[in-house]
């Protein structure tokens, strides 16, 4: 391995990872974790804008991307909050306090959440789609002064897969702030609501001429929470989906994330629903 | 025709041609060329000109690639084989980098070494185009592709006008070819006969043009470059494939749920041949492996295929879980999706993808199949069946 | 029994409804509570009348053999409870389950039947209705069906 190259900024290649060392794994329910990096060497975190996602590597297993879940003006670490579903994410969230990951990125486009300055935002999440959502709240919440009303709706399939229980908890006696959660299946000691996240628009006060929502959680939960958003009045510029696929590489080489013509990783995975809308109801695209 | 680059037109005798291959070990170029191996023509390093598949052409149809022996010695007397020069450009394999972790240490190694300065001896211009398309892909946006960045860059492009086409062939209709227009350093056209063996050459850089300077040489007659040209529209006129690409972004776009979709995934057997052999398919999958001490891991990326049932996959299933919708999204990017992305058409018309399917799918009859069912019957006199 | 008619008549669920039916319904409408914890009403049991939630919320389960009891849908202020009184066999599918402290104005099922088989303009008014939170209930179950957030594996 003589002619190899250590990889420094001068030949800065997307596809090589840099090193960082876990710092904190925190489990959130019985199959997801919150895991807190930090870069080595001394090195800072490249900043991030909420919605984007990083590709995290762990050695000789695999390369994943992941959402970032974690508070935009924390820059000296990274946060993302993963849900353990096979071999890779499993491996990732078995890793040790101080041990490496390797991380590229961030890629991909952020939430627009600079046109919904003056304005409500609107955020309707979905089991682990409340984590790259995550980064939005903190974002409003720091800049209180500058967004108008902060909505939080989430849906999860049981009382137990719900994430981030005690913030949301801290988030409901926010100004301004509205948090209504609901479950698929409450079990029956559940006292909240029941029935899937569009259930609670009713009692979400929603003003939608003068609001930004963004979603994300599972494509057919986004596909329908748009389409009541769009009948109760918001105009599809105005809805903001985050979409999920296969991504080998994140900068739009490898062609596993096309979504028709555009690619996930690198024209999105943040969209707006006019382009996504034609889109979203075909079946095996 | 380019009538401005008739006069600059030079004639190689065979020999002189042979003198080619060495200017070019001279400056430096590891020279990559046709040969025969496995019964198809292949690229691979050449030597010398005996290398080259002199006597050699390639029959083809749908679903069939055999070699014939020529009854003269023309070295670029075949159309084109399995093989393009994405095999150079963007290999099949490649580390993209190694990493040792010892402890709680990890370091992640670039892998990238230097790549030798190749040439590309007998590049058609369906392959031009080919690397044009890929070049759009890999080079034209935010990010660059280091790994074909490296290899790219500095390569000199012997490129060879197709006097002869295959009935698989429709680069008439992507216009593409067969004559090469851009992209080369140097462009061939072989007039072969009885009594002679020559080489009418064009100068396409001012690489190219060094490099032709250096070739003994004569400029070439007018009756020998009105030879030259007359072969390459006897090639143009050989062609009877056709696909009509008017507005087939919107036709297939709009005929998502054509039932012709069903009828090709009936004979379609996923078996990624058309993708593998495509010199513009550019998808990759990356793969890890580690040794068993667990200290050294490596990346690697590979070609992989949006035919397969994996390319897909996110938690809980494949999205295309149906041939049917995998050979949509093939097609459907290729001619249609491939437009939005990269500003052309993803198919450069050389048929690779016709001769090696093993069932002899042919992407011009699927499109006109398509097209032929939605065309209302005042328009269908515009068809070119 | 006037404030009882201006609760229904103000209810969007009757919007724009003629003031004359609006006074039929009154003449079927009763004003109850629920402790929290009290079944509202159970499966298997004659259903004979709906409710316009006027405070509180309301569980709807199922307690399937062998398996722990499932909560489908809870139903909050504003919302309405029970259509089955609308059609034969009129009768519950499921346990509504005051989850809170409800108030809750009841109307009569049976005597609503009547006064729909009677007028037929009130019986297609009632009907549309019922029928568009039919629509919106079934669109829900169709995506609890789903199992959206599932990981795929069974």
Not at chain 2, 221 to 241: L, N, P, Y
Not at chain 3, 134 to 145: D, F, G, K, P, S
């Amino acid at each position: 391995m003589e002619e190899n190259k250590v990889a420094t900024a001068a030949n800065f290649d997307p596809m090589l990872p840099q090193p960082y060392s876990v710092l904190q794994v925190v489990k959130e329910t019985a199959d997801t974790f919150t895991l807190t990096l930090q870069a080595r060497n001394g090195a800072g975190t490249a900043p991030f804008e909420p919605g984007q996602f990083s590709m995290l590597w762990v050695f000789g297993v695999g390369e994943l991307p992941i959402s970032i879940s974690g508070d935009p003006s924390d820059l000296g670490r990274l946060v993302y909050t993963v849900r353990s579903v096979g071999e890779a994410t499993n491996s990732l969230v078995n890793r040790e306090v101080g041990e490496a990951i390797g991380v590229r990125g961030p890629f991909g486009t952020g939430w627009p959440i600079h046109q919904a300055e003056g304005r409500d935002v609107v955020v309707i999440a979905g089991g682990i789609g409340f984590a790259p959502l995550r980064p939005v709240i903190y974002e409003v919440l720091h800049n209180r002064k500058k967004y108008g009303r902060l909505v939080i709706l989430y849906g999860a399939r049981s009382p137990r897969e719900l994430l981030y229980r005690k913030e949301l908890a801290a988030w409901v006696r926010q100004n301004d702030t509205q948090v209504l959660v609901t479950v698929d299946y409450g079990g029956l000691s559940w006292r909240g609501h029941v029935g899937v996240v569009t259930t609670l628009f009713k009692y979400a006060r929603l003003q939608p001429a003068r609001s930004l929502a963004f979603t994300c959680g599972p494509e057919i939960m986004m596909r329908f929470a748009a389409r009541e958003l769009e009948n109760l009045g918001f105009a599809r510029e105005n809805i903001y989906l985050s979409m999920e696929r296969n991504m080998k590489c994140a900068v739009g080489f490898c062609g596993h994330c096309q979504y028709g013509p555009h690619f996930i990783c690198k024209d999105g995975p943040v969209f707006s629903y006019d382009k996504m809308r034609p889109l979203l109801e075909k079946y095996e695209l | 025709m380019d009538g401005a680059s008739v006069a600059e037109r030079s004639l190689l005798t065979l020999q002189q041609l042979e003198h080619l291959i060495l200017v070019l070990h001279r400056r430096g170029y590891e020279v990559i060329g046709p040969l025969v191996r496995d019964g198809a023509i292949v690229y691979d390093v050449v030597d010398r000109l005996s290398d080259l598949p002199a006597g050699w052409t390639d029959e083809q149809e749908a679903g069939r690639y055999r070699l014939q022996r020529r009854n003269d010695g023309a070295l670029f007397g075949y159309v084109v084989g399995p093989q393009s020069w994405k095999k150079y450009l963007h290999p099949g394999e490649v580390r993209l980098l190694a990493a040792e972790r010892h402890g709680q240490t990890l370091r992640i190694l670039n892998n990238e070494t230097t790549p030798p300065r190749r040439a590309f001896l007998g590049v058609r211009a369906c392959e031009l185009a080919a690397i044009a398309v890929q070049d759009r892909v890999l080079l034209g946006d935010r990010y660059r592709d280091s790994v074909y960045a490296s290899r790219r860059e500095g390569i000199f492009i012997v490129a060879v006008n197709c006097t002869q086409a295959a009935p698989t062939c429709f680069c008439t209709s992507m216009g593409t070819g067969p004559r090469v227009r851009s992209g080369y350093d140097l462009a061939l056209t072989e007039l072969v006969g009885p009594d002679k063996h020559e080489f009418v050459v064009e100068a396409g850089s001012e690489a190219g043009a060094e490099v032709s300077r250096e070739l003994a040489r004569a400029t070439a007659a007018e009756d020998v470059c009105q030879q030259a040209d007359a072969a390459v529209e006897r090639a143009a006129s050989q062609i009877k494939r056709r696909m009509d690409t008017t507005n087939i972004r919107e036709l297939l776009y709009s005929n998502f749920d054509h039932p012709r979709w069903d009828n090709v995934a009936q004979r379609c057997l996923t078996c990624a041949n058309c993708t593998m052999v495509c010199p513009t398919c550019f998808c990759t999958t990356v793969e890890d492996v580690s040794d068993i001490t667990g200290t050294h891991a490596q990346r690697w990326r590979k070609w992989d295929s949006c035919f397969t049932q994996n390319f897909s996959y996110i938690h809980g299933g494949s999205v295309r879980s149906s041939g049917k919708s995998r050979y949509r999204q093939w097609m459907t990017h290729k001619l249609a999706s491939w437009i939005d992305q990269f500003g052309s058409s993803g198919c450069v018309g050389c048929g690779r993808c016709i001769s090696w399917c093993p069932v002899g799918i042919d992407i011009t009859e699927e499109v006109r199949a398509i097209r032929e069912s939605t065309t209302s019957s005042k328009e269908s006199g515009h068809g070119n069946s | 029994m006037e404030t009882l008619e201006r609760i229904i008549a103000e209810h969007p669920f009757f919007a724009g409804l003629d003031p004359y039916y609006i006074n039929l319904l009154t003449g079927c409408a009763a004003n109850v509570r629920f402790d929290s914890g009290t079944y509202i009403f159970k499966e298997g049991e004659e259903a004979n009348e709906f409710y316009l939630i006027r405070a509180g919320k309301v569980a709807l389960e199922i307690f399937p053999p062998q398996r722990k009891p499932i909560m489908l849908a809870t139903l909050g202020d504003g919302e309405i409870l029970g259509w089955s009184w609308l059609l034969p066999p009129y009768q519950w599918k499921c346990h509504a389950h005051a989850i809170e402290p409800v108030r809750a104005i009841a109307l009569d099922g049976k005597c609503l039947r009547g006064k729909c088989e009677q007028n037929h303009d009130l019986g297609y008014e009632l009907l549309k209705r019922f029928g568009q939170i039919m629509e919106l209930r079934l669109a829900a179950t169709l995506l609890q069906l789903v199992d959206v957030y599932s990981n795929g594996r069974k």
